[in-house]
């Protein structure tokens, strides 16, 4: 597993690379290993890639990554590593080949706030109570 920085900083190129995170640093970087030989997947949780931006201006995007033989599987979920990527997709579960997987600094800030947020739900549906077992919502 590798960063963005790790990426690009790798003395070989991989035959085979998964990208965690259909964002437009890890689209741009498996553009150029695809451009370069490498076969190259993406695996995006949300419906489509590049979430964060209009719909019909990521259209020509996929578009290209099809040109371009790069596989786009979306609605789908990284769920470990053994010989590649364990996913969970559209169709169920997965193993993706993959001699170097890289994830998008997008899909970590993504599952941070995620992560925030079930954080938050859990926090505030607990109530504090005194002594006489009186409660309020903290």
Same mark, same amino acid.
Request: net charge neutral.
């Given at each position: 597993?590798?960063?963005?920085? @790790? &990426?690009?900083?790798?003395?070989?190129? /991989?035959?085979?690379? &998964?990208?965690?995170?259909?964002?437009?640093? !890890?689209?741009?970087?498996?553009?150029?290993? &695809?451009?370069?030989?490498?076969?190259?997947?993406?695996? @995006? &949780? !949300? /419906?489509?890639?590049?979430?964060?931006?209009?719909?019909?201006? =990521? +259209?020509?995007?996929? $578009?290209?990554?099809? =040109?371009? !033989?790069? +596989?786009?599987?979306?609605?789908?979920?990284? =769920?470990?590593? #053994? $010989?590649?990527? %364990?996913?969970?997709? /559209?169709? !169920?579960?997965?193993?993706? @080949?993959? #001699? %170097?997987?890289?994830?998008? /600094?997008?899909?970590?800030?993504?599952?941070?706030?995620?992560?925030? @947020?079930?954080?938050?739900?859990?926090? *505030?549906?607990?109530?504090?109570?005194? %002594?006489?077992?009186? *409660?309020?919502?903290?």
């Amino acid at each position: 597993v590798v960063s963005s920085t @790790e &990426a690009l900083a790798a003395g070989s190129l /991989p035959d085979r690379l &998964a990208v965690v995170g259909g964002g437009y640093i !890890g689209l741009e970087l498996g553009t150029a290993f &695809a451009k370069l030989g490498a076969r190259v997947t993406v695996v @995006e &949780a !949300g /419906p489509r890639i590049l979430p964060r931006w209009d719909a019909a201006l =990521t +259209r020509p995007v996929a $578009d290209r990554l099809k =040109t371009l !033989g790069i +596989r786009v599987i979306v609605g789908a979920k990284a =769920t470990g590593m #053994d $010989d590649g990527l %364990r996913i969970d997709g /559209p169709d !169920g579960p997965e193993t993706i @080949e993959a #001699d %170097r997987i890289l994830v998008d /600094p997008a899909y970590k800030l993504e599952r941070l706030q995620e992560a925030h @947020e079930k954080l938050y739900a859990m926090h *505030s549906a607990f109530r504090e109570v005194d %002594r006489q077992m009186a *409660s309020q919502r903290i």
